[in-house]
């Protein structure tokens, strides 16, 4: 018997066939939403859903736009008017996901298609509440974390 193996007498599988596949499926996620660039919208791959301008269609569909453009505004506007929100604010705020949840579950699983009107507001609907969510989860890490009288802050012993 040979004191070496020769890699052809390894039969040593690195990679199984169900990672290959993952592998190859996740490398597709991104390859067809590569190729069709400004002719699909890349959340949904669904052309009916996006805005056009001639032949180039936006990368996002109209409630991701929505989503989007809503979030800026309202953060900008959070920090020009400079507003903090209480926690009853935010959670009755972040209640204005249920609309877009609903959209959603009724075009998943019921098969009820939504028009752009629909698509929309539920997007900025949904904005709004991610904007005010992450500004009062954000001002409160930041008091905790970099406030000068964090003390005050922390839960005081009985």
């Known amino acids: 018997m040979p ?3 020769h890699l052809s007498e390894l039969h040593i599988n690195i990679i199984d066939k169900e990672t290959l596949n993952d592998m190859k499926k996740f490398i597709d996620f991104f390859h067809i939403r590569y190729i069709n660039f400004g002719k ?4 949904n791959l669904n052309e009916q859903h ?6 180039f269609c936006f990368p996002l569909c109209v409630r991701c736009s929505a989503i989007f453009f809503s979030v800026i505004i309202i953060f900008v506007l959070i920090k020009f008017f400079d507003k903090q929100f209480n926690i009853k604010q935010v959670l009755f705020i972040s209640m204005l996901h249920v609309p877009c949840i609903v959209d959603g579950i009724l ?7 939504s028009n752009v009107f629909r698509r929309s507001t539920t997007g900025i609907l949904c904005g709004i509440s991610f904007a005010v969510t992450i500004s009062y989860c954000a001002e409160k890490i930041y008091r905790i974390f970099f406030s000068e009288n964090r003390n005050s802050l922390m839960i005081k012993k009985r």
């Open 3 to 5: 004191d070496y193996l």
């Open 40 to 43: 699909i919208p890349l959340c």
């Open 50 to 55: 996006g805005f056009k301008i001639g032949n």
């Open 107 to 113: 075009q998943s699983f019921f098969g009820i298609e």
